[in-house]
């Protein structure tokens, strides 16, 4: 049978690479919708390309826009806007398989409704663990949905864990494990010091060395916000306490990641950084599909090296450990103050050593509200705007 797929965010580089893995399996998938939010032209070559039957954009004016150039005469898909329609999309009952890879909170909505219709959601959001995980992981227990991290270093210790053909949400760590080993680039600035990057640019903390991304998350990768982001994601899509998750520096990004057991043994998944060999085996678990990833010559990479983090000199990683530690209300806060302080430094509204004064800030203006009950969804985005408006305050005064 040929499962039908949805792909939110098709238009980034984790949508256009799961469109890629697709196109290699015409005999067990076919697209059933496609959304995006800006790359309007993209998006329609996208549809043509799949024979996707739903887009979805989020306003009128990008549906005119898909209308206009789409052109008159060949039938177009169903044309569907808003976020409303993004979320109800994501759960309607059309598709198997969703890919959620939207960046940012505006995705939440999207790939809850997506659990909460039980289906295989391949998890490429972030925001739906860090803001959300018990709401997240209690949907896709409740509605036996399947979850597949597609992050590399989560998809890699997903491999390295015992399973029985089947991706849940564990209420308790995987038996005998005693630690997950998260790798990290260290970025473009891994052999600098804090200090030295006050006047560091947004193409210079873009020039990620070993993976190709889009400029938000490139930057997290830089201040490594994002090692930190997939710690907190760790924490909930393995039930692991933070004391049990660990980062390490590994500059060639050969091994994704690993686990290690109570009995000494490390297990570690390795490959080519390229995000086509965890979409492939988020769509063909339990089994393995061809992704178009070159195969591993361990003996030309020559040398794997690793080491120790210094907290002191990645702020950012720090304080998503705090984060963790202090509640699901602080791991809000972080994502959101995050956002607007990348968005202000990329729009060089905000120096690139002030993002985590930016972060720091609104965790502490916040942290009245640590004790708070997350009861469902509104709850979060409430949150999630509360943190932003504190954001952009702070943004403000470093503007002065």
């Not at 990479?301 to 080491?307: C, E, K, N, Q, V």
């Not at 530690?325 to 602080?330: E, F, K, L, P, Y």
Request: aromatic share 4%.
């Amino acid at each position: 049978m040929v499962a039908r797929v949805t792909v939110l965010g098709s238009t980034g580089s984790i949508g256009q690479s799961t469109l890629d893995v697709l196109a290699r399996h015409p005999d067990k998938f076919a697209v059933h919708a496609l959304s995006a939010y800006s790359r309007i032209e993209l998006l329609v070559a996208q549809a043509r390309a799949t024979a996707a039957r739903v887009v979805v954009v989020p306003t009128d004016a990008a549906a005119q826009e898909f209308r206009r150039l789409w052109g008159a005469g060949v039938l177009s898909p169903e044309l569907r806007v808003g976020a409303n329609a993004l979320a109800e999309t994501a759960g309607d009952d059309q598709s198997q398989i969703v890919m959620a890879a939207i960046v940012g909170a505006a995705g939440l909505p999207a790939a809850l409704a997506a659990a909460q219709a039980g289906k295989r959601v391949l998890l490429a959001n972030k925001e739906a663990l860090v803001a959300a995980g018990s709401l997240f992981m209690a949907a896709v227990k409740a509605n036996g949905a399947e979850l597949l991290p597609i992050d590399s270093e989560h998809n890699a210790i997903f491999q390295c864990l015992p399973h029985h053909g089947r991706a849940s949400a564990p209420t308790q760590p995987a038996p005998g494990v005693r630690r997950l080993i998260l790798t990290a680039s260290g970025g473009p600035f891994r052999l600098r010091r804090w200090e030295d990057l006050h006047a560091v640019t947004p193409e210079e903390a873009c020039a990620h060395p070993n993976w190709s991304m889009g400029r938000k998350i490139s930057v997290d990768s830089a201040t490594m916000l994002n090692k930190g982001l997939e710690v907190i994601e760790a924490h909930w899509l393995f039930a692991m306490p933070p004391d049990q998750i660990s980062v390490v520096i590994h500059p060639q990004s050969v091994v994704h990641s690993m686990v290690e057991y109570i009995d000494g043994s490390v297990v570690a998944q390795l490959g080519q950084p390229d995000m086509r060999t965890p979409i492939a085996y988020g769509l063909g678990f339990p089994d393995r599909l061809a992704s178009g990833v070159g195969l591993l010559d361990l003996a030309a990479a020559g040398r794997l090296d690793f080491s120790e983090p210094d907290l002191g000199e990645l702020p950012c990683l720090r304080l998503s450990f705090e984060a963790l530690r202090s509640g699901q209300v602080a791991c809000v806060a972080l994502n959101a103050a995050n956002e607007i302080a990348v968005e202000a430094f990329l729009t060089n509204k905000l120096s690139y050593t002030r993002i985590p004064s930016v972060i720091e800030g609104v965790l502490e203006q916040m942290r009245a509200a640590q004790g708070a009950t997350i009861n469902g969804i509104d709850d979060v985005l409430n949150l999630d705007l509360e943190a932003r408006r504190r954001a952009q305050q702070i943004v403000f005064s470093h503007s002065q």
